[in-house]
Nanobody, 116 residues
Framework: QVQLVESGGGLVQAGGSLRLSCAAS????????MGWYRQAPGKQRELVAD???????NYADSVKGRFTISRDNAKNTVYLQMNSLKPEDTAVYYC??????????WGKGTLVTVSS
């Protein structure tokens, strides 16, 4: 069994910053990609950013230049540094970990609210 626990969400004013963390624990041999999705009210879940075990990153166009994803492989933890936050970044942010073919695990989500 694998568990992912997110932390770091909260309320911030537009232009502010937050750092999300997601730690994976349990029966883990190795983790391939890790990343973050988000889901705003009334919208579909969308990819925010992901990172491979080798450090290659991928970002949604809407967050490029503002968000930075990183990971600590020794701690099985992925981070999302979010700067210059906008009200449209308001969403529940979910982390995921890919441990192999069709082996995806998800956290329960953390709410990020950006006030204007």
């Amino acid at each position: 069994q694998v568990q992912l626990v997110e932390s770091g969400g909260g309320l911030v004013q537009a232009g502010g910053s937050l750092r999300l963390s997601c730690a994976a624990s349990g029966s883990i041999f190795s983790i391939n990609a890790m990343g973050w999705y988000r889901q705003a009210p009334g919208k579909q879940r969308e990819l925010v950013a992901d990172i491979t075990s080798g450090g290659s990153t991928n970002y949604a166009d809407s967050v490029k230049g503002r968000f930075t994803i990183s990971r600590d492989n020794a701690k099985n933890t992925v981070y999302l540094q979010m700067n210059s936050l906008k009200p449209e970044d308001t969403a529940v942010y979910y982390c995921y970990a890919n441990l192999g073919t069709l082996m995806y695990y998800w956290g329960k989500g953390t709410l990020v609210t950006v006030s204007s």
